[in-house]
């Protein structure tokens, strides 16, 4: 569970919650917290000429929302990246007592999708608008965690601490049109957390 947290809450709720110190000299503090909600799913889907990775996290807390989707889509001829990360136009709703449920939707949400050719060369990039929605059915038991850190180096150091709740779930929905099933599903969950880390950093090395 620690993982997958950790990973939803770099991605997603960074920008809301990331605040660094003025000045670095001599040395820079930077102080992340996030207390709320969220839920993140991923579907995979291959054949002899194709694939497509399609992941998406959301989450929500007193100080705003964020929703981060990103479809990746391989073929003989070249491959399309399509990324959305919004904080607004979208809804999101989680059944917080039991995690039985969760939801994220949006009609028309505006994206980045850029092609490569067979090689991995950006051909190009354009602005587009997608809809994009997704149901999550809590399975299993609540899985509830705590942890304290600390990491010290020379002129570096991290403490960090995470309580919180987690619930593995079953996932459908759909990306522009397209459906994504539960039979494509690699993973998906949903919870609420409490996570908070302070950074120090001495020297010229900042």
Known sequence: MRRVV???????VGSLALVGSAGAAPGQT???????NFAEALWFVSSST???????NVSQS????????ERFVGTQSGETDTVVDVT???????????????SVSGSSLPARRCTYDVDGNLIGCSHVRVAFQASLTGQGPIIKGTANDHFKSDGFSVTDHFNGT?????????????????SQLEFADLGHTNEGSVSVCKGTGC
């Open 166 to 182: 987690d619930r593995n779930a079953i996932a459908t929905g759909s990306f522009a049109g397209i459906a994504l099933r539960a």
């Open 88 to 102: 607004s136009g979208f809804s999101f709703s989680i059944d917080t007592k039991t995690l039985g449920t969760a």
């Open 30 to 36: 930077t102080h992340f917290r996030f207390h709320g």
């Open 50 to 56: 194709s694939f497509a990775d399609t992941t998406f």
């Open 6 to 12: 950790m990973g939803l809450l770099v991605a997603v």
């Open 62 to 69: 007193k100080t705003g929302k964020e929703l981060f989707v």
